[in-house]
T-cell receptor, first 116, second 115 residues
Framework: EAQVTQNPRYLITVTGKKLTVTCSQNMNHEYMSWYRQDPGLGLRQIYYSMNVEVTDKGDVPEGYKVSRKEKRNFPLILESPSPNQTSLYFC???????????????FGPGTRLTVL | GENVEQHPSTLSVQEGDSAVIKCTYSDSASNYFPWYKQELGKGPQLIIDIRSNVGEKKDQRIAVTLNKTAKHFSLHITETQPEDSAVYFCAASSARYSSASKIIFGSGTRLSIRP
């Protein structure tokens, strides 16, 4: 089954304790992205990756890191989490179509992170 | 920076009536405009999208219109049903394989269908 998986689904942690949220897709998609969702603010893009070893900042990259060593995986790293990073996080992936344009994004189920 | 404004933030319509959600975008290079539906506890799911070379697209009860001159696009749902109740997001992107680009989302519309 074609899907985007994220782990963990729920995480409660404390300020300053490094954490990683994993994201994996089995559709051979080039484009992968991380978003955070906060009430009234919609989805805001944190980082995205056009392909292996190619990553770039989205709208809200501060306090986050990513890596894209393999096509299927795109982990989100919080080196020193703070309470303002408490949020619902989504990973997504998509192909570029034959015309080189971005195609349908497939979202993971979400990771609810609480930083105390 | 680029932004996408979405209105209204909440919308309640009688079952069977139509619902319209509107978005405006600022980046004139945007060429891809998807709409997502998010049900409670789930990730967003694409319901329809439109590209800049098309003015309108329809899929059964759902249609999207795009006005590139005015930089706005709209989602139209006809004959609404209870299962249409969800949060809807619009987005805009200029991403191409040859050039990296962000995807900007609107702030969402909570649609409620009254029985």
């Amino acid at each position: 089954e074609a899907q985007v998986t994220q782990n963990p689904r729920y995480l409660i942690t404390v300020t300053g304790k490094k954490l990683t949220v994993t994201c994996s897709q089995n559709m051979n998609h080039e484009y992968m992205s991380w978003y955070r969702q906060d009430p009234g603010l919609g989805l805001r893009q944190i980082y995205y990756s056009m392909n292996v070893e190619v990553t770039d900042k989205g709208d809200v990259p501060e306090g986050y890191k990513v890596s894209r060593k393999e096509k299927r995986n795109f982990p989100l790293i919080l080196e020193s989490p703070s309470p303002n990073q408490t949020s619902l996080y989504f990973c997504a992936s998509s192909l570029f179509n034959s015309g080189g344009h971005l195609d349908t994004q497939y979202f993971g189920p979400g990771t609810r992170l609480t930083v105390l | 920076g680029e932004n996408v404004e979405q209105h209204p933030s909440t919308l309640s319509v009688q079952e069977g009536d139509s619902a319209v959600i509107k978005c405006t975008y600022s980046d004139s290079a945007s060429n891809y405009f998807p709409w997502y539906k998010q049900e409670l506890g789930k990730g967003p799911q694409l319901i329809i999208d439109i590209r800049s070379n098309v003015g309108e697209k329809k899929d059964q009860r759902i249609a999207v219109t795009l006005n590139k001159t005015a930089k706005h696009f709209s989602l139209h749902i006809t004959e609404t049903q209870p299962e249409d109740s969800a949060v809807y997001f619009c987005a805009a992107s200029s991403a191409r394989y040859s050039s990296a680009s962000k995807i900007i989302f609107g702030s969402g519309t909570r649609l409620s269908i009254r029985p």
